[in-house]
């Protein structure tokens, strides 16, 4: 059974530091593509970050220059480093990973982690 879990959430204040890190389980091959989403407090879920086999990452508008994304070299891991962080970044933020070269993977997801930044 393929299971992706999400660590690194928290409360930080405006303007820290957070990285999210995200491990898949139960598959021996490699994710085509894995992104980061997610929802705010009474919003819907948003695609914050994402990044294909030999691609090139791909960012929100609102994270850009902010937020970073990257894989692990031998495993299924996806790390999302967060500097800046304001309170709009407020959310769960989702781990989620697919089969194909896409923009938004979403065959699996895990199951979130809260990530608070106060003001």
């Known amino acids: 059974q393929v299971q992706l879990v999400e660590s690194g959430g928290g409360l930080v204040q405006a303007g820290g530091s957070l990285r999210l890190s995200c491990t898949v389980s139960g598959i021996i091959f490699r994710f085509n593509a894995m992104g980061w989403y997610r929802q705010p407090p009474g919003k819907q879920r948003e695609l914050v970050a994402s990044?294909?086999?030999?691609?090139?990452?791909n960012y929100a508008d609102s994270v850009k220059g902010r937020f970073t994304i990257s894989r692990g070299s031998t495993a299924n891991t996806v790390y999302l480093q967060m500097n800046s962080l304001k309170p709009e970044d407020t959310a769960v933020y989702f781990c989620?990973?697919?089969?194909?070269?896409?923009?938004?993977?979403?065959?699996?997801w895990g199951k979130g982690t809260l990530v608070t930044v106060s003001s």
């Open positions: 990044i294909v086999s030999g691609g090139d990452p």
């Open positions: 989620a990973a697919g089969y194909r070269n896409e923009r938004s993977p979403g065959d699996y």
